[in-house]
C-alpha cells in the first residue's frame, strides 16, 4: 500500500483529484452566492410595487419567503447581499468563500423582535382621547430608511387593534407623520371614529426627506358621539419647538385643554400632565 502512495501516476491522480474536487466545490459555491445575490436583486427591483402597497421590510420578506416556501433569513440575507454589494464583482473576497462566510463576515444580523409590551388594561372611559402610535416603519426599508425609533414600535395591524377606551361621547387626536396619513384614517375607521378636521404641527426647523423636508406632523381629530367641545376661533395650526424624538409640543395639550370638555388620556404618552391620565410603557419619561 506505501508503495503505491509513492507512485508517480498515484501522486498525479491524487492531484487532479484535489485540483478537480476545489474547483467543483469552489464554483458550486460562488454559483450558490451568485444565486443569492440574483434573488436579491430581484427583490429589490419591486421596492416601488412594495411601497405602493404598503409593505414595508421585514413583512416584505415574511411575504416572499412565504410565497417561495424558503426561510426567511434566506430571503433576509439575499437582500442585505444585493444592497451592500449591488455590484457583486465589488466583493472584496475571492470566489472561494461558503455562503455560511458571506453571512457572517459581512451581512448585518436581522433586528430581534421586540419582547411584547404588557400593560395593565385601563379601566372606564375617557372623553377626550389623545394618542401617538409608535407606528412601525420596518427596519429592513430597502430605500434604506430604518426604522429608527428609540422605542418600541407596533404593526400596523395591532394599532388598528387597539380596544380605544372612548366614552359614549369622546373626542379624538389622533398623531399621524406625514408618511402615515393613509393609515391614520385606517385607523379612525377602525375604532369607529368621525373624521372632523386635520390640525398642523409646525415644528421651528426642519427634518429630513427626499420629498420635502419634514417640518410638519398632524393630528386627525375625530369624535363619537357628541362630545363636549368649544373651539370658538382655534386655528388649525399649532406651533412648538421640535424637542426629543417623538415628544409633542406643550402648546398642542393646552389647546386641547382649551377647547375640549371632559375626562382626558394620553395614550402612548410619555409625560405626567395635571388633569390627564397617561397610558403607556414609558409614562414618566419627560
Ligand atoms: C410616538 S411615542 C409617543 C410620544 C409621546 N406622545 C410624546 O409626546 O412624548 C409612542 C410610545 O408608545 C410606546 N409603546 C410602544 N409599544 C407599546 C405598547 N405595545 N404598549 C404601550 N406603549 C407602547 C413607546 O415606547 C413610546 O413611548
Redesign the pocket.
Known amino acids: 500500500m506505501n508503495e503505491l502512495l509513492k507512485q508517480d501516476w498515484y501522486v498525479d491522480l491524487i492531484n487532479d483529484c484535489i485540483v478537480i474536487i476545489v474547483r467543483g466545490t469552489s464554483e458550486y459555491r460562488w454559483a450558490l452566492i451568485e444565486m443569492y445575490h440574483q434573488l436579491g436583486h430581484r427583490i429589490l427591483t419591486e421596492n416601488d410595487n412594495f411601497e405602493r402597497k404598503k409593505i414595508y421590510g421585514r413583512e416584505i420578506v415574511q411575504r416572499v419567503a412565504q410565497s417561495l416556501g424558503k426561510a426567511k433569513r434566506s430571503i433576509y440575507y439575499s437582500v442585505q447581499f444585493a444592497k451592500k454589494y449591488p455590484d457583486i464583482t465589488s466583493f472584496p473576497e475571492g470566489k472561494n468563500v461558503a455562503w455560511r462566510d458571506v453571512v457572517h463576515k459581512y451581512l448585518p444580523e436581522p433586528k430581534k423582535l ?1 419582547p ?2 404588557i ?1 395593565e388594561p385601563l379601566k372606564g372611559t375617557y372623553n377626550v382621547i ?1 394618542i ?4 412601525e416603519y420596518g427596519e429592513l426599508d430597502f430605500q434604506g430608511r430604518r426604522g429608527a ?1 428609540p ?4 404593526p400596523m395591524e ?1 394599532i388598528k387593534a387597539i380596544d380605544l377606551p372612548a366614552a359614549d361621547d369622546c373626542v379624538l387626536w389622533l ?1 399621524v407623520t406625514n408618511r402615515f396619513l393613509r393609515e391614520g384614517f385606517e385607523c379612525l375607521d377602525s375604532w369607529c371614529f368621525a373624521y372632523k378636521n386635520c390640525f398642523t404641527w409646525v415644528k421651528h426647523a426642519f427634518g429630513v426627506g427626499n420629498w420635502g423636508r419634514g417640518q410638519t406632523e398632524h393630528i386627525l381629530l375625530a369624535v363619537k358621539g357628541s362630545p363636549k367641545v368649544d373651539f370658538g376661533s382655534t386655528p388649525t395650526a399649532v406651533f412648538g419647538k421640535r424637542r ?1 424624538h ?3 409640543p406643550d402648546d398642542f395639550y393646552q389647546m386641547v385643554e382649551a377647547t375640549c370638555i371632559g375626562k382626558k388620556l ?1 395614550y ?4 405626567q400632565r395635571q388633569g390627564w391620565e397617561v ?4 409614562p414618566d ?2
Open positions: 421586540e411584547q409590551i400593560l389623545v401617538d402610535p409608535p407606528w425609533a422605542y418600541p414600535t407596533m395591532a398623531w426629543e417623538s415628544r409633542k394620553d402612548f404618552g410619555r409625560q397610558y403607556g410603557n414609558e419619561k419627560f
